[in-house]
């Protein structure tokens, strides 16, 4: 066990029931958003047995929250990432034989938003396979970490859904015991996603993804990560449940679909879109995630101008002008400072522009686009009038 702050909260014997699952908590603020909420009543009719582990702290309300819907709460010390957490838990459920009655246990966490499609939808289609032992959403192609270090196709740990005859085996409790506390991210992916799928296909268990891309044509390339390059395939071809947070960042999502795919959960009202920037508006404005963009500030920003010129027409304008309509801000168009041949996006030349003096101005350009530009108009656009990136 890990040198955790165990509090364990409304411990109900453990039925022999058929379904169990282990979600991993962590907010930098301890709080659980309108998300995580629906996350969790869409799984909580769907299983028998809830554990919820937090890894950190949560405040009071988020606290009553998770031991209302939960059978089993723990509040742990914020060890190991979401790997550690499932270590604790499992580990000590099996300690307790808690884990033997059941024949599926799902392991996820709250990096998503979801789930847009029903349950039984996935799981149904999945049952079709028994031959799988484990499987995923989305499974990752070979590619490389930091430091030069290779790693196999794998699948994706957001969230796994392991059958009876893998987590009762020895193997399954080996896994868990042998695997050390991740101390950075990075070492969190290498060490339990990409080591998960490893370690039991060598002890020969099956594997398989849910959203396999190859069904409709597209082969990811090495080292292409699905859902931050086929965002929209996913949810609107493949019927994916889920979006991962991270692949709306702008350095993401450029390209990826993201937007459009959300606008299509909007238009089709599949889901409520406003739980997303909810989420992301109040992160960004308690230092929680690093974007090139702050969703804060480009929300302030955004709410003080009836008119908003984007400065670039690529695809960070393109991300911007996607941002701006789906949050029904005012889009003026795009401007550049000199018109190149061969871009979607019509745009309008800076010095050619007759632009409204009460307007805002948001540097959709990279870093080195942004400087250059910046001290291209800095004599005609007062400071508090523009919005760059914040990298």
């Not at 079709?128 to 990752?140: L, M, V």
């Not at 937007?259 to 909007?266: F, G, N, V």
């Amino acid at each position: 066990m890990s040198k955790c702050i165990w509090k364990v909260f409304n411990l109900k014997y453990l039925k022999k029931t058929n379904r169990l699952a282990i979600f991993s908590f962590y907010d930098c603020e301890g709080h659980v958003d309108v998300y995580v909420i629906h996350l969790l009543q869409n799984v909580r009719i769907f299983v028998d047995y809830l554990v919820i582990v937090c890894n950190g702290n949560a405040d009071k309300e988020s606290s009553v929250f998770f031991r209302e819907i939960s059978d089993c709460f723990i509040l742990r010390e914020n060890i190991g990432y979401d790997a550690g957490g499932y270590k604790d838990a499992i580990l000590w459920m099996s300690s307790e034989n808690g884990i033997k009655g059941y024949n599926e246990l799902i392991l996820f966490n709250n990096t998503f938003f979801g789930f847009f499609y029903p349950l039984r939808e996935m799981f149904s289609e999945m049952d079709k396979d028994r031959e799988i032992d484990f499987w995923g959403i989305t499974k990752h192609p070979c590619g490389e970490l930091v430091n030069d270090y290779r790693f196999k196709e794998h699948i994706q740990a957001y969230f796994l859904v392991i059958r009876k005859k893998m987590f009762h085996s020895q193997e399954f409790i080996n896994f868990w015991q042998s695997m050390n506390y991740p101390i950075d991210y990075h070492m969190a992916v290498q060490q339990f996603e990409i080591a998960f799928t490893e370690f039991f296909t060598e002890k020969g268990f099956v594997c398989g993804a849910y959203c396999d891309l190859q069904k409709i044509g597209i082969k990811p390339k090495y080292g292409e990560n699905p859902y931050l390059t086929y965002g929209y395939e996913l949810i609107v071809q493949m019927r994916c449940p889920v979006l991962k947070i991270k692949s709306i960042y702008i350095e993401n999502s450029r390209g990826s679909g993201i937007l459009e795919a959300i606008d299509y959960l909007q238009k089709m009202q599949i889901y409520d879109t406003d739980y997303i920037w909810q989420y992301l508006i109040r992160i960004c404005r308690n230092g929680g995630i690093s974007t090139y963009f702050d969703f804060n500030r480009l929300e302030q920003f955004c709410r003080r101008f009836p008119c908003l010129y984007v400065y670039g027409n690529g695809a960070y304008g393109k991300w911007i002008k996607w941002y701006l309509q789906l949050r029904n801000f005012p889009f003026g168009g795009f401007v550049v400072t000199h018109k190149n041949r061969g871009l979607e996006e019509e745009a309008i030349e800076y010095i050619k522009l007759r632009a409204r003096p009460d307007a805002g101005w948001i540097l959709a350009l990279n870093v080195k686009n942004t400087r250059e530009v910046l001290h291209f108009i800095r004599n005609d656009i007062s400071e508090d009038r523009l919005l760059v990136g914040i990298k």
